[in-house]
């Protein structure tokens, strides 16, 4: 305690050498420990980070409560932050050297304005990465972020407790973890469809299918002419059918400057015929060990990325494979 009773004060650079001691005590229980860490003057700086914390301070019930966690999340109090589906738990270092104890419950999406999202979802986005990195249009951005129709909770459907003993409504250790959570999401916008319980896929699959549709009708109206499900799935990079075996055919290409190819450039051969191309993609995931990124996919298989996001989403869903980290995928 300082003088005349009140605590005494505790200088930024003391705050965040405490919480840096702390995560190297606590690294040696728990090695796997995920602190929150700022660098540079904003707590978020994509649109998914960015969007997740106006959302919170644009409500009136949040808005005077929530500033109190601005300081402490860009102090590195928030030793430990874990997303998962409907909650997020975190470690906070107060005053107290031991860590509080941070729960933050939030409502699963309701189905029925998921269903109007990707319906208007339809034709518009173009690819998962575009969506991950917040590139979509602006009529998609109102609705994304529309108060009490989008996709970011309102207050009604969060809830949270803290193990502190501050008797706010809102203390300033959940204040910082709901920040923190932006901050998170900066690194992996996946996160934010994992918390809210929905698929992110079935927004890019209402996008293809929308687009396998038009073409089909422009088909009919130039010609009695009908495309196969090879060829479509060779425009969209899909598989509409995975029992239709397709034949991926290579063409050589003829150069002038001759290069020994590495080991690690060489291609694996994988035996295609009569194997469709979701088959192919399991065949290379399920060789590999320690798993398999996208650019080494593309190499293997000679897809497109937009091909073998669909093929990924796809073999996840039915629980073939698995995501070891973000963008490196092993058989499950």
Same mark, same amino acid.
């Given at each position: ?10 200088? @930024? ?59 402490? @999340?860009? &102090?590195? /109090? ?7 589906? #409907? ?30 999202? /990707?319906?208007?979802?339809? #034709?518009?986005? #173009? ?45 300033? &250790? ?68 995975? /029992? ?5 055919? /290579? ?39 320690? #798993? ?20 990924? &989403? ?19």
């Amino acid at each position: 305690m300082g003088y005349w009773g009140y605590p005494r004060y505790v200088s @930024v650079a003391e705050k965040r050498a405490k919480a840096a001691k702390k995560i190297k005590q606590l690294r040696k229980k728990n090695p796997d420990i995920r602190p929150v860490i700022i660098e540079g003057r904003s707590i978020a700086t994509t649109w998914w980070g960015k969007s997740w914390n106006v959302n919170l301070e644009r409500y009136a019930d949040y808005e005077n409560r929530i500033g109190r966690g601005r300081s402490y @999340v860009r &102090h590195g /109090t928030v030793l430990d932050l874990r997303i998962e589906p #409907g909650l997020v738990t975190s470690l906070v270092q107060g005053t107290a050297s031991k860590p509080y104890s941070v729960t933050v419950n939030i409502k699963e999406l309701p189905s029925n304005i998921w269903r109007k999202i /990707t319906v208007a979802c339809e #034709g518009k986005l #173009g690819s998962l990465q575009g969506l991950l990195a917040g590139k979509f249009s602006k009529a998609l951005n109102e609705i994304f972020t529309s108060q009490g129709k989008g996709l970011f909770p309102s207050p009604e459907e969060i809830s949270f407790s803290c193990s502190c003993p501050d008797w706010a409504y809102m203390c300033k &250790h959940v204040a910082a973890t709901l920040y923190g959570i932006g901050a998170r999401l900066d690194e992996d916008p996946s996160l934010f469809f994992k918390l809210r319980k929905v698929d992110m896929g079935d927004l890019i699959s209402r996008a293809v299918e929308d687009k396998t549709q038009k073409l089909l009708k422009k088909a009919r109206r130039k010609s009695s002419r009908v495309i196969d499900d090879s060829s479509l799935s060779d425009v969209f990079g899909i598989d509409l059918e995975d /029992t239709v075996p397709v034949k991926v055919k /290579t063409r050589k290409v003829k150069s002038t400057i001759r290069k020994k190819k590495t080991a690690a450039e060489k291609p694996v051969k994988i035996a295609r015929d009569d194997m469709s191309p979701i088959e192919v993609i399991a065949k290379i995931i399920k060789k590999s060990k320690k #798993g398999v990124g996208i650019a080494t996919l593309r190499r293997k298989s000679g897809f497109d990325e937009k091909k073998i996001y669909s093929i990924v &989403h796809r073999l996840k869903k039915q629980g073939r494979i698995k995501n070891v980290s973000w963008g490196v995928y092993a058989w499950a």
